[in-house]
């Protein structure tokens, strides 16, 4: 069956036509046809990815020696690569060609990065790996402005995305925000856990307790100039937050640089980004497998470390 291309109206069939036949002599002979004009036609135009071989540039073969010939490299030694120009364009890139540089297996060791030269001021650098982080001073304490983002076992990226890492940091378990064995996650700490515990933190740094969010709160309401301000307000930044249309939007008085980092659940699942902020406490519940934490969230304007949940969560830590 044939559909026509736009028709609107079916096709309809008429009855054959009849052919009334000419006499010979009054047929008129064809006029003779006009010559032919060639005319040359314009290509369309293709992909500048693709181009013809007549259109690429020559370029310089360097025979290659024989195999039977070559020279074989000496045995404990590393192929290096020297430039050689390519006639290739106007601008010409190198092209490497081997060179033997002798390396002694009684070399030594490469010296370990040096980190931290040079740290701006208000600036921490954490010497295992560089890391620099922005430092504030709210009242009589010192906090990290940010999430902290030291790559250790028993934390991620939320998605598992690098990128994620890049902004708000990196996710503990409990037990690693600690520094701690992955057994301590159902078994109680105890006596582990310092006065003043370092755990995951960088030098000269550690992991808050419940007293030192209750001081970092009592400073805020004490100081805080804004009256329709309360403590979720004055510590988030505008910035990753989901807007509510009940609270205002995070202000950062004191530059704490709170972010909706999310977290990871026990099963592994990521969840919270741009609603919530969670902060591990270096202290545990009454049960051995709970530990506190103190929550930010979108959707209210207060600062509350009244939970537990299961050390297998995934929290930020400042």
Request: proline content about 9%; hydrophobic content about 30%; some cysteine.
């Amino acid at each position: 069956m044939f559909f026509a291309c736009s028709q609107e109206e079916p096709f309809e069939r008429h009855a054959p036509l009849k052919v009334r036949e000419i006499p010979r002599e009054q047929v008129q002979p064809p006029e003779p046809a006009e010559p032919e004009t060639k005319v040359d036609t314009v290509p369309t135009e293709a992909p500048m990815v693709y181009r013809e071989e007549s259109e690429k540039p020559p370029v310089d073969t360097v025979a290659e020696p024989p195999a039977d010939t070559a020279e074989a490299s000496p045995a404990g030694t590393l192929v290096a690569e020297e430039p050689v120009a390519e006639k290739y364009s106007s601008s010409s890139k190198a092209r490497p060609r081997p060179s033997v540089i002798v390396v002694s297996s009684s070399s030594a060791e490469p010296p370990p990065p040096v980190y931290c030269e040079n740290v701006p001021e208000g600036s921490l650098c954490d010497k295992r790996d560089g890391q620099l982080y922005r430092l504030v001073t709210i009242g009589g304490q010192v906090w990290m402005g940010q999430n902290l983002n030291y790559r250790s076992e028993g934390s991620w990226c939320y998605d598992n995305k690098s990128e994620n890492c890049n902004v708000f940091g990196r996710l503990y378990t409990w037990s690693a925000a600690m520094d701690l064995p992955e057994s301590n996650a159902s078994a109680a700490a105890g006596s582990k856990l310092a006065r003043e515990h370092q755990g995951v933190c960088p030098e000269g740094f550690r992991v808050p307790k419940v007293a030192d969010m209750k001081a970092l709160v009592a400073y805020l309401k004490k100081h805080n100039k804004y009256e329709k301000e309360k403590m979720g307000t004055i510590l988030k930044m505008k910035f990753s937050w989901t807007h509510s249309e009940e609270w205002p939007d995070g202000t950062d008085r004191y530059g704490f640089g709170a972010m909706a980092a999310g977290y990871r659940d026990a099963k592994g699942n990521f969840q919270g980004m741009g609603k919530e902020a969670d902060f591990w406490i270096a202290q545990e519940s009454s049960s051995p497998s709970h530990a506190p934490y103190w929550n930010l969230y979108y959707d209210n304007d207060s600062f509350l470390g009244d939970y537990s949940t299961s050390k297998l969560f995934a929290y930020s830590v400042r």
